[in-house]
């Protein structure tokens, strides 16, 4: 299954069975931490069990679940993206799914195996409500979700609820601060009501919490959103609202949460106000805002009457149809995809320099990954295919598809990989050269260092592979 590549060889360097399941047998969804040091495996059997309903995929019968090595138990479907790992000790917590004749779902919350509460307790629905749920806290002392009784929605700690805490609707996306602090919206008689730790800190119309937090994260400790009352809406930092517009858009922030922009819209036209007062502006539209890692730079796109330009640091560049994505490299660099006709124009240059060099044009570009030292990759069509683009050049085979999620760069950059889908098959590529296939590689990739590491499984067998250079490969 491994294979060195005569145009650039590998090692392997460790080779891990994770999980061998019976024959007849076979995965169905993968789950692995960011790290890849915890992983949940689904499994099923196609001619055992009945069908639990509500689904294609469900019709596959009963559910068997592997924790990192330890067989669970059996249970009806699991949303992949209900699956939480703890940030300390990787323990798993997740939603299952029993449906009843008539169609309707009986959800429950399992956490190492065990389902918390009576089923008919929880008879109404466990809610997975915008991303996924439940959610242990950042230091893995609580596990909350979102409860759905007659009496109302409820924020469910460990298995129980707070007497009297029920509301109309509640509303918990990623929900927690850096310092552990569990933030929920909350909708009572027409107004809405941003709850920290269950006292209100907020009431207006309609409130939208606009905190750019990765989920499990806390490298932003600062709070805002955006309330709409009957004149408009105003954006609200740490409790400071500021001036009013008739609508708040899409948010940035920079690392740390030091410095801040929002899209606004007048009467005058669409705008980005950054530091809370500096405004800039007006356009016809404004989209995608970003700051530079150093969060010395803002930038995002701006539609004139010419077409969409990308304005850096208040300076904006060439009129495009469209601008579809643009990142920044490091190092003083960006990148971004323009469409012009009907390719799309992958440049890049020096940020806020204003000058742009082509790197390529392609029949679409899906996604732009920056690496170490200003490195750059993406994935790519091109004739149909999808390719891996790095280093200024297309790297490996073609495949049937190739996910971002598997594009990663070593430590040093000098080294790429991803995995490219090909008659259903999963093929690991290192420096554009094939490793090895497999029936399904999972989501993310990562290196160690200048060591590349995966999981994956083929037939019966989960295992982990970590691969290295055997030399410098392409420069």
Request: charged share 20%; net charge negative; aromatic share 8%.
């Amino acid at each position: 299954m491994l294979a060195a590549s005569p145009t650039g060889p590998v090692q392997v360097v460790e080779r891990q069975v994770l999980l061998a399941i019976e024959p007849g047998e076979k995965v169905v969804d993968l789950v692995v931490s960011p790290d890849l040091d915890h992983w949940l495996a689904v499994t099923t059997f196609d001619d055992r069990g009945v069908g639990t309903g509500g689904g294609a995929d469900d019709k596959l019968g009963p559910r068997r679940v592997h924790v990192s090595g330890a067989t669970l138990g059996a249970f009806g479907h699991i949303p992949s993206r209900s699956v939480t790992f703890h940030p300390v000790d990787g323990r798993t917590a997740f939603v299952t799914v029993t449906w009843g004749k008539k169609g309707f779902g009986k959800y429950q919350i399992v956490v190492d195996g065990q389902a918390l509460g009576d089923p008919g307790h929880y008879s109404e629905q466990v809610e997975v409500n915008g991303g996924p749920g439940p959610w242990f806290s950042p230091d893995g002392g609580r596990l909350v979700w979102l409860g759905n009784w007659k009496s109302g929605q409820y924020v469910v700690t460990d298995g129980k609820i707070k007497k009297g805490s029920g509301h109309d609707a509640l509303l918990m996306e990623s929900p927690w601060t850096a310092g552990g602090a569990l933030v929920v919206i909350a909708r009572d008689d027409g107004v809405e009501s941003l709850l920290v730790d269950g006292q209100a800190v907020a009431t207006a119309d309609g409130i939208r919490l606009v905190t750019p937090r990765p989920p499990g994260r806390g490298d932003v400790e600062a709070l805002a959103w955006v309330e709409r009352g009957p004149d408009g809406e105003r954006f609200v930092l740490e409790g400071v609202a500021g001036p009013g517009f008739d609508r708040v858009g899409e948010v940035a922030c920079s690392r740390g949460g030091l410095e801040w922009a929002y899209a606004a819209r007048d009467q005058q036209g669409a705008w980005y106000v950054v530091r809370g007062a500096e405004r800039q502006g007006p356009w016809k539209a404004v989209a995608s805002p970003a700051f530079s890692p150093d969060g010395g730079l803002l930038a995002y796109e701006a539609m004139t009457a010419e077409g969409w330009r990308l304005v850096v640091d208040g300076t904006a560049g060439a009129a495009w149809k469209a601008i579809e994505e643009f990142v920044f490299l490091g190092e003083g660099r960006m990148a971004m995809v323009a469409r012009d006709g009907a390719r799309r124009v992958l440049l890049r240059a020096t940020a806020g320099s204003g000058e742009w060099t082509e790197a390529g044009r392609f029949q679409r570009v899906f996604k732009l990954v920056p690496g170490p030292h200003g490195a750059l990759a993406a994935s790519v069509l091109e004739a149909g295919r999808s390719r891996l683009f790095a280093r200024d050049r297309l790297l490996g085979p073609a495949g049937d598809e190739l996910r971002a999620c598997t594009i990663a760069f070593s430590a040093s950059g000098a080294h790429v990989a991803a995995a490219l889908r090909e008659h259903g098959k999963d093929v690991m590529t290192l420096d554009g050269a094939p490793v090895g296939s497999w029936d399904a590689i999972a989501c993310p990739v990562i290196f160690e260092g200048e060591v590349l590491t995966f999981i994956a499984w083929n037939g019966p067998q989960l295992e982990s592979v970590s691969v290295e250079p055997d030399g410098a490969g392409p420069g």
